[in-house]
């Protein structure tokens, strides 16, 4: 008996291990490393209402294992009967009137909470040109399995890595193009689906201590079922101080014409301008309307962090990718919609989209 | 026994199971169908699983992937929980009200035979081009996006066993309101019954709404309707309502009869009256009202704004409180009792802290601005699990056993039972525990594989494990089911001999008319009253007399399987096969045909006369 115990203990410590070792998961991901106001908030509700469970679960594991322990039938009781008891009017009043008031003291930050992340009044406030005042506002719009990121104000428009500044409230309208997805930065605030018919608006704010800690760089989530590639639609999060963003910022929409370099860039830029333009755009400033923009924006393709969302961003993958975007992400739309690449092409696209970048 | 058992051909078995209209038998049926859904169910969940073991697998496609979640989810819910519910309603209710059937016989059939062949219908999808592939809950965006015929097998399917449950639920209401025995009050009715009640009411006002929108999708998807295409100037999020303000209550309509099952387990094998009777039907009826006004706390993300949301979420909270009220008054009916550690009582004792965690997570889920987090998550994957497997689950593995002599005459064996038992109960833990943490880690749900070094890693492999001990969990109960049959040990009236309610007055399995003579019925726990008075069987309300029964009848079979020809006509209409349309019109033939024939044959059903029922004395059946 006591071997046995001592197994069990031995297990439990190692449960234990195991739960302390993955801890609370990567700090780019994870929503138990809030690295922003929203998620912050997220989190303290989190930890409010475990506490509460947590009081209610102690309170029936006590009940529980002093009943199955103490009314267990053994050999001597076995044919006495318990008295029949038919209720308790006071100890019934009481786990009805407790509950009550620990689900109040919830409520109450669950209600302030909710109009508190939903507050994006500051979107609303428009100078005489139409731009908002003070607030910085990104358009994010889900496609089948890509993200674009539009700066309506900035006359920006860029793809799958979105760019913010730190410790500065960003405001975001979120619509998709095909079927719903949903927009989810795990680490800086909790998710909001972009519907297909309307658009939705939220705030998120990104911390400037939390950014460093992650090397400037949260995962994005699509968090709706929306086909094959489902789970392989993510995105980056590039944070930036305010005025790395401000220059960011410049530095796109100074990126007018992107000239190829060398032979090889300008074969590239030949095939693309053939092959790849009637989709994909390379410049910032795309001011074609969004049913036209069916593709990523390539402007700064080779700053990128990942070839196609998933991919580690080399040339190598780059290749993969434009051979065969099926093999890549099941059921995505760029397949079919242009002619086979050789590999002299491929090498050529590829030095050209490599050059794609802001600094040069 | 009694006489109506004696050896019959295989043959004639089956035509008995066909034809039948007697409660008992649909039960069985039920069980049946419903075990084989489950099994299917949980090889889907097992590829599930294995598919997520380790990062950047590749043992399914991502296409396929989508198409077993899917189905994972609707057989689950749809073609396995719903039905199991219904097997033990059919084979305890009539019995636990101390009526000889339901109040409708034939629908009762007709009810199994369309949901048997709607899931016959559903899992046809298999070989003919795929499954849905758009989740259980279909949302409509998604599923107007998807090119194969999956969906309108979804869409079709669901709706021929809806229509099976809807009538159904409506049986069991009209049964429990008309049906009881003299002395059977409202508020000496079981728990089982009362709950069984509750959420046949949920059926008759949800389903509707499934109805609807699963025939304003099927418009759009087979006749160019334009009701959910935004382009068209459809609004998908219609759909999303439509489905929640069925899908919510049916989360309640498999939760209650758990509910049921276990409130009589615990007075049972406690040896207990259940403590606080009366706030417990007053808190299954609460749980079934509020069950209508929670539906959109499953679409906090959707953009319904923050009143809404504050809303739903205080609204969402206010369940707990009779869950709560539920929770104490179990742990009370066994406070002071004399608790016997059988098979089902594992079960039912298991039971309360899983289900305790699944309700805290719900809570959780219910804090709106936080449910930001939660929602699509992992975390709601391991709180659904534990509310349906940590309570509906352990309830229908509770009532496998706890009703198993009731409804075959054999007790499973005991010592296999507390093994499939433990390796359950630990699998399901393993499983799902450590789901909650995946979500908070930032998983989202459906995910067909996942990257490595996302921290997911070690949490998926543990899950994936469990899983496992859940299926040799299965497997086990099927070898003990296998072997209690085989070996055919008999049992009597009262075989776990702390009987209370009706059924355990009447013999293990009850003569086809159940009740000779109906039984008065003295308060609640009405055979244990006799009991203790010192007496062995119910005091007879009435004289005995002739018995009118309902005559069998194979017309429920071809009512349904015309819808189900009918489907594929109506399917494949839309690719321009030129044998679809006379297929639906055969199909609707057979239905119609079968229908006509119903309303103008009269069947007056047959007596069981006085004198056979003298002659069948000490044969049982007696009341």
Known sequence: MRKRLHKWRLISIFAILALALSGCGEPFLSTLTPAGEVAKKQYDLMILSTVIMVLVIIVVTVIFIYVIARFRRTKKNENSIPKQVEGNHKLEIIWTVIPILLLLVLAVPTVSYTFQLADVSPMKQKDKDGKTKDALVVN?????????????????????????????????????????????????????????????????????????????????????????????????????????????????KNLKKPAAEGNLAKEGEEIYNKSCIGCHANTANDSRPEQARTAPNLANFGDRTRIAGILEHNEENLKKWMQDPEQVKPGNLMTGKYQKLDEHELDALTAYLMGLKLEQ | MSTYAHKKSFGAT????????????????????????????????????????????????AGLYNEILTMHGTTMIFLAAMPLIFAFMNAAIPLQIGARDVAFPFLNSLGFWLFFFGGVFLNCSWFLGGAPDAGWTSYASLTLESDTHGVDFYILGLQISGIGTLIGGINFLVTIVNMRAPGMTYMRMPLFTWSAFVTSALI?????????????????????????????????????????????????????????????????FSRKRLFGYSSMVFATVLIGFLGFMVWAHHMFTVGMGPIANAIFAVATMAIAVPTGIKIFNWLFTMWGGNIKFTTPMLYAIAFIPSFVAGGVTGIMNAVAAADYQYHDSYFVVAHFHYVIVGGVVLALLAG??????????????????????WLFLIGFHLTFFIQHFLGLMGMPRRVFTYLPNQGWETGNLISSIGAFFMGVAVIILLINIVMTQVKNVRVGNDPWEDGRSLEWAIPSPPPFYNFKQLPLVRGLDPYWIEKMEGKKEMTPAEPLGDIHMPNPSFLPVTISFGLFVAAFGAMYHVDDKNWALPVLIIGMGITLISMLIRSVKDDHGFHIHKEDLENEDDKGGRA
């Open chain 2, 204 to 268: 008759l006002f949800a389903f509707p709404a499934l109805t609807v929108g699963l025939f304003l999708l099927m418009f759009d998807r087979l006749f160019g309707g334009n009701f959910f295409d935004v382009s068209a100037g459809g609004n998908t999020i219609i759909w999303e309502h439509l489905f929640w303000i069925f899908g919510h209550p049916e989360v309640y309509i498999l939760i209650l009869p758990a509910f049921g099952i276990f409130s009589e387990i615990f007075a049972t």
């Open chain 2, 400 to 421: 496998t056993h706890y009703y198993w002599p009731k409804m075959f005459g054999t007790l499973l064996n005991e010592a296999l039972g507390k093994i499939t038992f």
């Open chain 1, 140 to 252: 994010v719009r889900a496609n089948l399995y890509w993200w674009e990121f539009e700066y309506p104000d900035l006359g920006i428009v860029t793809s799958q890595d979105l760019f913010v500044p730190t410790d500065k409230k960003v405001y975001f309208n979120v619509k998709s193009s095909d079927v719903k997805h949903s927009f989810w930065i795990p680490a800086v605030g909790g998710k909001t689906d972009t519907n297909p018919e309307g658009v939705n608006q939220f705030w998120l704010e990104f911390d400037g201590k939390g950014s460093e800690k992650v090397k400037n760089q949260f995962y994005g989530k699509c968090a709706e079922l929306c086909g094959p590639s489902h789970a392989y639609m993510d995105f980056k999060v590039q944070t930036l101080s305010q005025d790395d963003f401000k220059q960011w910022t410049q530095d796109m």
């Open chain 2, 14 to 61: 089956v035509w008995d199971y066909l034809t039948t209209v007697d409660h008992k038998k649909i039960g069985i049926l039920y069980l049946i169908a419903g075990g084989f859904f489950f099994l299917v169910g949980g090889l889907e969940a097992l590829f599930i699983r294995v598919q997520l073991a380790v990062p950047n697998n590749d043992f399914v496609s």
